[in-house]
């Protein structure tokens, strides 16, 4: 599946999302991702203490707000947009389990996250199949403490407190909805291999281990204080955030611990030790392999980000290599495009600091379309097949569905020319192999409903080798 996820279209801001919910569609997206922010639905955020007779269960109590969810998860079913639902805390500070730190994020209430997550679902039953527990729970900025560090030796503690959330949640889901997909993890990509600090991220690997209770041999242990009452959770599937930073999407990230996209078997191996150990349970059917959804991946670019950015040629060029990668790992079921829109520069300081904000979009903050925007409906990924004078040819034709699809070539200065007509699956890709004898340059174009509304792949030269 393709995904959209942005924020601030699915925010507050009235009129926004009424206008990008149906380009989405146009371009192709087939779920869009939205939170029930439990902080902002919840009342009384900064109180120690709930409200009284406050029942989170209940999701027609008069103290929730629900006002903005109903509003984007109706905008989204209008436009035929399946909402990618992420019930996430951090919650109000009567929701952690030791609000006198003055910190939300610290070991929040699984009771009361439970409960909350039963209100959710209740509430959009029949309008949301599948739900994410949490977001990036190997982070600080949504999780506290990440560590346990004592005598400079520090071990992870965010998977045994996420476990207890997830498995709390993920029960209260599937008792309000039988046919619910329940998806764990929306993991970071990156974290800190040799921790120092309690707030330090996870590496998603160290923290998957640590999540199903394996050993780095992917043997189960359950010796450690997280693992002595331990219940395996189940699970829909895993959701991860795949970041390769500035990297093309074909380089392995040097850190074993950590998975960008063309790191798919680091996850798959170390999903498959812990089923195999009894750590981690596939809801849908107990032993089948459990599959990955990238809900959030995307590229900084520069402009504006002349810190962290890539080009705007490379971001169109990566992504649609990154989708093609993607096609290739059967077990990743989506592919979540984040952003639409570039959000505002924030200058928070000097270097880095000074473009904080996702400036990964397809969109500046302006509007005006990047190179990524057209070739985003038609990834198309081309090269040569070593030693067989062929040019492997891949694309897909957003949205799904069987199309035609014709393959133009170019040599030197010459028009282009057709030279072969393929039929897409029924999720619009296609595959196919063409002799390449010299370089040449290879586009598609398809007519949708009308011949005279063609639209283009970019082209890519390929040289035989």
Known sequence: MVGISDPVATGPTTG???????????????????????????????SKAPPAGFDGADPSS???NWTNLDRVIRLLRENKLAPLLTVTGPGPLWTSTDPERGSARYRPDPAMFAAFAKAVSLRYRTQVARYIVWYEPNDAANLRPQFYCAKGACSPRSPEIYRALFSGAAASIRAADGGAEVFAGALAARGRS??????????PVAWLRAFGCVDGDGLADRSSPSCDQFEAPEVNGIAYHPDQRAAAPSRHLRNT?????????????????????????????????????????????????????????NQSRWLQEGAKIVYGQPRVKLLGQYLWRDQPVIDLGQGVDAYSGGQSGLYGFDGVA???????????????????REASLWGQVRPG????????????????????????DAQGYFRVRLPLATTARFRYWWAGSSAKARRYSDSILVRPR
Request: glycine share 6%.
């Open 16 to 46: 926004l999302l009424e206008a990008l919910a149906p380009r989405w569609r146009a371009a192709g997206v087939d779920w869009a991702s939205v939170t029930a922010d439990w902080r902002e639905i919840a009342p009384e955020k900064d």
């Open 370 to 388: 990047k190179p990524a925007a057209s070739a985003f409906p038609n990834p198309f990924w081309a090269t040569s097949l070593v030693g067989s």
């Open 62 to 64: 008069l103290l929730y």
């Open 401 to 424: 569905g069987v199309h035609t699809v014709a393959i133009e070539r170019r040599i030197g200065s010459n028009r282009y020319r057709q030279v072969a007509q393929v039929e897409t």
């Open 194 to 203: 040799a921790p120092e600090d309690s707030d330090d991220p996870v590496t």
């Open 257 to 313: 611990a950590e998975a960008g996209i063309n790191d798919t078997s680091r996850l798959t191996r170390v999903l498959d030790a812990i089923q195999l150990s009894g750590g981690i349970i596939n809801a849908a059917q107990a032993g089948a392999p459990i599959d990955l959804y990238y809900s959030e991946w995307g590229y900084q670019t520069n402009p504006p980000d002349v810190f962290s950015g890539i080009s705007l040629s």
